[in-house]
T-cell receptor, first 113, second 114 residues
Framework: NAGVTQTPKFQVLKTGQSMTLQCAQDMNHEYMSWYRQDPGMGLRLIHYSVGAGITDQGEVPNGYNVSRSTTEDFPLRLLSAAPSQTSVYFC????????????FGSGTRLTVV | EDKVVQSPLSLVVHEGDTVTLNCSYEVTNFRSLLWYKQEKKAPTFLFMLTSSGIEKKSGRLSSILDKKELSSILNITATQTGDSAIYLCAVYNIRTSGTYKYIFGTGTRLKVLA
């Protein structure tokens, strides 16, 4: 049972580059989300999805795109990386009913130089 | 606006002490309240609470929800240095509009001194 798998674990980008952070879950969860966590700021929601083909914005969506073509996968795309996007990114998933809690991936530490 | 507030923001105790962390919420259409422990990595799940007055326990940790007071406490007895972490509280709500959201507090930073 893999749970929520995030790749890569670490990434360094140059300003202006684009990349995709991968998130996959094998629990058949409808709800998937992406957060960023910066020192002293707590977890801030970037985007979330309640099912395949349905996505919505969170608190800090600018500079990020998402899509949900399957139940299992919810990739996060950085369109043109900026130093302000240096952060730790977490993917999380749950059943839409919230039963059995909310499971986090191990995180991706991204540095934009 | 929905919000979750945790207190205290930070706490320093000595090994063996008992600590109580607080989480209060103002959230419409409450479904559940969750506690997490975060060390230098991803948050790890501790408890999920949905019913008032029922204590959940795991070893030295316990938690209880009070839906009348819109709050929850997390107790840690006989603290150890390994309990040093940020403890996060989150509330899950499902609005009639069909919006689903986990709302996180900013956490309580606990440091346990040997």
């Amino acid at each position: 049972n893999a749970g929520v798998t995030q790749t890569p674990k670490f990434q360094v980008l140059k300003t202006g580059q684009s990349m995709t952070l991968q998130c996959a879950q094998d629990m058949n969860h409808e709800y998937m989300s992406w957060y960023r966590q910066d020192p002293g700021m707590g977890l801030r929601l970037i985007h979330y999805s309640v099912g395949a083909g349905i996505t919505d914005q969170g608190e800090v969506p600018n500079g990020y795109n998402v899509s949900r073509s399957t139940t299992e996968d919810f990739p996060l795309r950085l369109l043109s990386a900026a130093p302000s996007q240096t952060s730790v990114y977490f993917c999380a998933s749950s059943y839409l009913t919230g039963r059995e809690g909310y499971t986090f991936g191990s995180g991706t530490r991204l540095t934009v130089v | 606006e929905d919000k979750v507030v945790q207190s205290p923001l930070s706490l320093v105790v000595h090994e063996g002490d008992t600590v109580t962390l607080n989480c209060s919420y103002e959230v419409t259409n409450f479904r559940s309240l969750l506690w997490y422990k975060q060390e230098k990595k991803a948050p790890t799940f501790l408890f999920m609470l949905t019913s008032s007055g029922i204590e959940k326990k795991s070893g030295r940790l316990s938690s209880i929800l009070d839906k009348k007071e819109l709050s929850s406490i997390l107790n840690i007895t006989a603290t150890q240095t390994g309990d040093s972490a940020i403890y996060l509280c989150a509330v899950y709500n499902i609005r009639t509009s069909g919006t689903y959201k986990y709302i996180f507090g900013t956490g309580t930073r606990l440091k346990v001194l040997a």
